[in-house]
């Protein structure tokens, strides 16, 4: 579980400022996500990541931009921040083996945007 | 477009009883579905997924492609099996594609078990 991290674990920001959600792995997995966990919507997927400096949209990704400098991080970054990205955010990274696929998520970062 | 539906936000039972999370897909094919569960305090983990047919924790899940459901079932609930459960589906791929994790996950039930 220690091998996808996420930091901060807790942020409080203001409406309009830039924010920075970091994810690291330390499998060396090629894909990573990013989720939104929100009550009503379960999680949706906001950007994910098929290698470094691979990215693309997910299901809700405006208001948001991710890099993949490197294969082992993955930060989430909020332009300018709003009320409605108050939201609990997870990483996650794709194993896969010969015959199947896991997923493994962080521990999510709670952001709320004031 | 693919579609997981978890009818219910919450369900509670009493300890010993036994427990259904209900999960409904849309899917073009024979899809893969997976059960994730997250407990309070603790990062979303795998549960089960149907390919492998096993047993978790107690909990079993059965793909009925007729009625497209994945419901998730526990004869026996305990407390500790409080959490919330989220049901989830990968994206259509080609013949010997794969999804890479990228999944589609429902609403999300949250299980209460009562002492």
């Known amino acids: 579980d220690a091998g996808i991290t996420q930091s901060p674990r807790y942020k409080i920001t203001e409406t309009g400022r830039q924010v920075t959600l970091m994810c690291h792995q330390t499998?060396?997995?090629?894909?990573m996500f990013w989720y939104r966990q929100d009550l009503g919507h379960g999680l949706r997927l906001i950007y994910y990541s098929a290698a470094a400096d691979i990215t693309d949209k997910g299901e809700v990704p405006d208001g948001y931009v991710v890099s993949r400098s490197k294969t082992e991080n993955f930060p989430l970054t909020l332009e300018s921040a709003t009320r409605s990205q108050t939201s609990v955010y997870f990483c996650a990274s794709t194993e896969r083996t010969l015959v199947q696929e896991t997923q493994y998520f962080g521990p999510g970062t709670r952001l709320l945007v004031l | 477009a693919q579609r997981v539906t978890q009818p219910e936000k919450l369900l509670s039972v009493f300890k010993g009883a036994p427990v259904e999370l209900k999960c409904n897909y849309s899917?073009?094919?024979?899809?893969?579905l997976f059960w994730y569960v997250q407990y309070s305090r603790q990062r979303l983990q795998l549960l089960l997924r149907h390919i492998s047919r096993e047993s978790i924790k107690g909990f079993t899940a059965d793909l009925n492609k007729g009625e497209t459901s994945f419901h998730l079932k526990k004869p026996f609930a305990q407390e500790e099996d409080s959490a919330m459960y989220y049901c989830a589906l990968p994206p259509l791929t080609n013949a010997g594609g794969t999804s890479y994790g990228k999944l589609t996950f429902g609403q999300g039930t949250i299980l209460t078990v009562h002492p």
């Open positions: 899917y073009s094919g024979s899809p893969e």
């Open positions: 499998w060396s997995h090629s894909y």
